[in-house]
């Protein structure tokens, strides 16, 4: 049997990146907010320290972080005449499960600075000339190298 729940002014579906902006946005008004995520909760501490956030198996090739679609499928068609089949598999469309959705599925990568990534006022001048930069664009080197 269905539970009621007391009425709230902003029901926010799904606590990412977005809807985790909105509940801030929001958090400061009087009004009543409620925000429903699918899966468990998550914490920096367990979920995203060392050395486990960088298990390559557990998030790129078991998507740990993304929908079960064994458990729970998306349906998918290329237009309204075919029929929608079941995804079995996740290819490159990939919905988060849990607080924090999609924006935390980085797959344990820690990517490899290149030199260039720091420098990227200098390099820009340096290969293309002052010119290049409108006067609006606030380009900066990062302060380390």
Same mark, same amino acid.
């Given at each position: 049997?269905? #539970? $009621? !729940?007391?009425? =709230?002014?902003?029901?926010?579906? +799904?606590?990412?990146? *977005?809807?985790?902006?909105?509940?801030?946005?929001?958090?400061? #008004? $009087? !009004?009543?907010? =409620?925000?429903?995520?699918?899966? +468990?909760?998550?914490? *920096?501490?367990?979920?995203?320290?060392?050395?486990?956030?960088?298990?390559? !198996?557990?998030?790129?090739?078991?998507?740990?972080?993304?929908?079960?679609?064994?458990?729970?499928?998306?349906?998918?068609?290329?237009?309204?005449?075919?029929?929608?089949?079941?995804?079995?598999?996740?290819?490159?469309?990939?919905?988060?499960?849990?607080?924090?959705?999609?924006?935390?599925?980085?797959?344990?990568?820690?990517?490899?600075?290149?030199?260039?990534?720091?420098?990227?006022?200098?390099?820009?001048?340096?290969?293309?000339?002052?010119?290049?930069?409108?006067?609006?664009?606030?380009?900066?080197?990062?302060?380390?190298?």
């Amino acid at each position: 049997m269905a #539970t $009621k !729940l007391n009425a =709230v002014d902003v029901l926010i579906v +799904g606590l990412g990146w *977005t809807g985790g902006i909105i509940a801030k946005e929001l958090a400061s #008004t $009087k !009004l009543k907010i =409620v925000a429903l995520e699918r899966g +468990g909760p998550r914490d *920096t501490n367990p979920d995203f320290i060392d050395p486990q956030i960088h298990d390559e !198996l557990r998030y790129a090739a078991r998507h740990d972080l993304m929908q079960n679609v064994r458990r729970e499928t998306i349906t998918f068609r290329n237009s309204g005449s075919q029929t929608a089949l079941p995804m079995r598999q996740l290819g490159s469309f990939l919905p988060g499960q849990g607080v924090g959705g999609a924006g935390v599925h980085w797959n344990g990568v820690t990517w490899r600075w290149l030199e260039w990534d720091h420098q990227a006022r200098t390099r820009t001048v340096d290969k293309y000339g002052e010119k290049i930069i409108p006067s609006d664009m606030h380009l900066q080197d990062w302060p380390i190298t």
